[in-house]
């Protein structure tokens, strides 16, 4: 993505040095020359696009065991283009093994739950992101936003968002976004801009688009949006899945909706099944992988 087509001069180009992805992981064995992890590293590590090396780190001053349950919060907003008002309700970073549980956030002008790319193993269930306040532009209204790495989001809720359930820039993953809903949406559901990898939509029900696309020159240069996506039994008004050109697949099975080329033609397409067809068996991947079934 080093020949964005330039809007104006804004559009930043990809740089290669600018994409070297810090996967997390706890080493479970060593066999010889192999390793193994506890969770799978959910891109291809090419030679020819610079390999990968392993490496321990610590991570001072991150902390852990952090719950947020049971509130209620509510921005004062003088319109409903207001932006001096609350943004995030809740917004983790440098934080692993921790939760957000049963969150309410009313009128804000950003989001419910906001995980930035050093938060790790949280989970966010049952929270709801009600009637955004903001202008409908972008950098607004991205209700349940996710940059960190292993981490869940279920049976959540949003109304009047733009970006409802969406990762940023050079997002690790896995992530996984299961069970939720969104309702008179402005924008799309998906990775957002620059290559995050490795994500899990499950069971998405909104009124508006899932696209995992090349998004050109929109923002500053958002390039491909995302590879090693899944869309699996969502629903949507319509929704547009490419595959890159370089590396990686991105997958919409059983999908409800329309299927349509996305904002850029000529690229390739993603890998489709099951289309508008009903049953889809496991009705849930995340279930089916993780071996529990979850309440609605």
């Not at 104006?8 to 070297?20: R, T």
């Not at 956030?105 to 930035?116: E, K, P, Q, R, T």
């Not at 996984?176 to 949406?185: D, H, L, P």
């Amino acid at each position: 993505m080093d020949q964005i087509t330039p809007r104006d001069s804004s559009i930043k180009q990809w740089q290669a040095k600018e994409y070297d992805f810090h996967f997390e992981r706890v080493i479970t064995a060593i066999k010889g020359d192999s390793i193994f992890l506890d969770n799978p590293i959910v891109i291809a590590l090419d030679k020819q696009y610079g390999g990968g090396a392993v490496y321990k780190y610590n991570f001072n001053g991150r902390i852990t065991n952090v719950g947020i349950e049971n509130i209620r919060c509510e921005s004062a907003y003088a319109s409903d283009t207001d932006e001096d008002h609350g943004w995030d309700a809740i917004h983790f970073n440098r934080v692993q093994n921790s939760w957000v549980d049963n969150v309410t956030a009313v009128y804000f002008g950003y989001s419910c739950v906001n995980l930035g790319n050093e938060s790790r193993n949280i989970t966010v269930k049952d929270c709801k992101s009600l009637d955004a306040k903001s202008k409908i532009a972008g950098g607004r209204r991205y209700s349940f936003n996710n940059d960190g790495q292993m981490n869940l989001f279920m049976n959540c809720v949003a109304t009047e968002g733009r970006h409802d359930y969406v990762t940023g820039a050079r997002v690790c993953g896995p992530n996984v976004f299961f069970q939720c809903k969104a309702e008179r949406t402005h924008a799309d559901i998906g990775p957002h801009h620059r290559w995050a990898i490795g994500t899990l939509y499950d069971n998405i029900i909104t009124d508006g688009e899932i696209n995992i696309q090349d998004r050109g020159n929109w923002g500053t240069g958002h390039g491909w949006a995302g590879a090693n996506q899944v869309l699996w039994n969502c629903t949507a008004s319509k929704a547009a899945v490419q595959n890159p050109w370089a590396t990686g697949k991105n997958y919409v099975i059983g999908l409800q909706g329309e299927k349509y080329a996305g904002r850029l033609k000529g690229r390739p397409d993603g890998e489709w099944e099951g289309q508008n067809k009903k049953d889809l068996q496991p009705a849930s991947l995340f279930e089916a992988q993780s071996g529990k079934t979850f309440k609605k």
